[in-house]
């Protein structure tokens, strides 16, 4: 099986996590506690995985100190049926590997920690494109989170975070240079000559964008930005607590390659040369790729804790996640200097439609302690799909909806336990009815398929 791990780091810790799309693009769950209960998470003590549900929940715990370690394994299976086209079949990248860390202390009223988490991100690899090389996408969104939370009274606390974010992502895509003219909206130098424009995207029939490495912890592409959460919890009755939470909208720079950190390559329908060219049917033009305004939206939500027994506790969360107003185009800059020979200095702006909807997901949990030492854990995580199939990429196809949850904790003393948690999406398919995003060309629709299968594990020390 190939390993790859979708990247997302933070180089100076020389630590890395990744994710796979889930609940659109963020996990259905943070933590093996919150993970084995459906991803509910807003209205219990789930240990430091508070930092990415609801920092208030840090309130909950006792007077102690926490380090909790853990890895995630993410399990996609993603297949595409292009009809006869050259290009899909099953991704490469099935097994995404991502550990996590977090650390926080309670003392009287007052909790703080840090810890750092992948938010989530999205990946496949195919031996063929369009063009009959290989294509991949990886995107990786990472924090490092600051949190605290106050107890205003024993029954009711406050929580936020400061979050540093960062993202990275690699692309190997390709598509008839017709659509790629289609997608451009405005242009400079070679892109917008009477001359040059017609011949790169008329006379040649594929085009390639390219900025990706083989490094497994890094990404052409690079952003860095902040975020915030806030949070509170209510202890409505002794057995019944009450939580929310508001995650802000990312503020990430736009993301870039380095100058020459990506290329664009045209090839003409014969594999024969043009005039214009010297290579025979294919010219590669180096340059810079900046995506402009890519950002993680802002989600909110409440949930309900129930002490039903001393033994069972049920938990349900619902939050709504904002990708429509982030995921409406993916817009990038490709600027040039021309190859020594061919174009010269000169830019193009392209635009793909999204269009994503807003998801809102649902998390149903339960827990129940056999012993004081063994707790049992399950739940269900149910969203929406949130790209229309027009807009659907097989590329980037995060249409999983719904999730099925099973986990365990065992406490080996009073200040160490270990919890793991197993998650099974089942199989969503999705059809684009265009097969290369340019509708005037007839070309057949093609069918991704996408489920997973994923575990988190984790070992905490208190003192």
């Known amino acids: ?31 093996p506690i919150a993970s084995g209960m459906g991803g509910a998470s807003f209205a219990y003590d789930n240990g430091t995985a508070a930092m990415m549900n609801n920092p208030a929940t840090l309130g909950l715990a006792n007077d102690h100190s926490r380090l909790d370690v853990a890895i995630g394994f993410l399990g996609p299976d993603v297949k595409t049926d292009a009809g006869g086209m ?42 063929s494109g369009m063009d009959g090389l290989p294509e991949r996408s990886e995107l990786g969104v990472g924090r490092l989170i600051f949190p605290i939370a106050y107890n205003v009274t024993p029954d009711f606390s406050l929580g936020a975070s400061l979050d540093f974010v960062w993202a ?12 790629f003219g289609n997608l451009m909206t405005s242009g400079t130098g070679a892109f917008n000559d009477p001359i040059l424009t017609p011949a790169l995207f008329g006379t040649y029939e594929m085009g390639r964008i390219d900025f990706s490495d083989s490094n497994d912890y890094t990404g052409k592409a690079k952003a860095t930005g902040y975020a915030g959460k806030l949070g509170f919890t209510m202890k409505l009755s002794q057995a019944l607590t009450l939580g929310g939470t508001y995650h802000s ?16 390559t045209m090839t003409d329908a014969q594999g024969v040369g043009i005039p214009l060219t010297p290579y025979g049917g294919q010219v590669t033009l180096p340059g810079k790729l900046v995506i ?5 939206p802002e989600t909110y939500g409440l949930g309900i804790a129930l002490q039903a027994t001393p033994s069972l506790m049920l938990a349900a969360d619902v939050k709504h996640i904002g990708w429509k107003s982030v995921m409406k185009n993916f817009t990038m800059t490709y600027s040039t200097d021309g190859d020594g020979v061919l174009v010269g200095p000169s830019s193009a702006t392209f635009q793909l439609p999204q269009n994503w909807k807003d998801q809102t997901v649902f998390s149903l949990g339960a827990a129940y302690k056999l012993t004081d030492a063994f707790t049992l ?13 027009v807009y659907m990429n097989y590329l980037f196809p995060a249409i ?38 340019d509708p005037s060309n007839g ?10 299968t994923n575990w988190q594990l984790m070992y905490s020390q208190k003192f």
């Not at 690699?170 to 240079?177: G, L, N, V």
């Not at 402009?292 to 993680?296: G, K, P």
């Open 1 to 31: 099986m190939k390993i790859k791990k979708l990247a997302v780091a933070l180089a100076a810790a020389g630590f890395a996590s990744g994710a796979h799309a889930t609940n659109g693009m963020n996990m259905e769950g943070y933590g």
């Open 86 to 127: 050259p290009f899909g079949g099953k991704s490469g990248g099935d097994a995404y590997y991502m550990p996590a860390v977090g650390w926080a202390k309670k003392q009287g009223s007052l909790s703080y920690g840090v810890g750092m988490f992948a938010q989530g991100g999205m990946g496949t690899e195919y031996a």
């Open 168 to 179: 990275m992502m690699d692309i190997r895509m390709a598509m008839p240079t017709s659509s």
């Open 249 to 264: 909208k990312t503020s990430l720079s736009d993301m870039k390659t380095s100058a020459n950190g990506a290329s664009m």
């Open 292 to 296: 402009h305004d890519f950002q993680w």
């Open 377 to 389: 854990r399950a739940g269900a995580n149910l969203g929406s799909n949130p790209i229309p199939d």
């Open 400 to 437: 999983v909806k719904d999730h099925y949850t099973l986990g365990f904790g065992y406490a080996f003393s009073p200040l160490s336990e270990v919890n793991f948690s197993l998650q099974y999406a089942p199989e969503v398919k999705a059809t684009n009815p265009d097969a290369d995003g």
């Open 443 to 452: 070309a057949q629709p093609y069918t991704t398929s996408h489920g997973q």
